[in-house]
C-alpha cells in the first residue's frame, strides 16, 4: 500500500483509513463471476466523503464474510446521473 493518503479537494485534508481490507466485487457479468479486490477505505473529516484506493491483486476466491461488507460498485451509471 502506498504511504500517500488521499487528499479530499474540496476540503483540503489529507483523507483518513477508517477500514483497512474493504471488499470491493466487480460485478457478475455474461463472461464470468464477480471479481473481489481488497482496497483500503478512507474518509474526508470534513464532508464525509469516501473513497477506496491500495487495490492489489484480485482475490483467487470469495472473501470471508468476516472481511465485511462487499461494496459492489456500478460500471451501468452515466456518468452525471443521479444518485
Ligand atoms: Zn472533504
Known sequence: MSTL????????????????NRVVADPAAASGPSTYWLGDEYECPECRSR???G???AMATEP?????DVLHFE???PEGGAA
Request: positive net charge; aromatic residues 6%; hydrophobic residues 35%.
Open 51 to 53: 473513497v477506496v484506493v
Open 64 to 68: 470471508s464474510p468476516l472481511l465485511g
Open 75 to 77: 460500471y451501468e451509471r
Open 5 to 20: 493518503r488521499p487528499i479530499c479537494v474540496p476540503c483540503r485534508l489529507e483523507m483518513r483509513c477508517v477500514k483497512n
Open 55 to 57: 487495490f492489489g491483486e
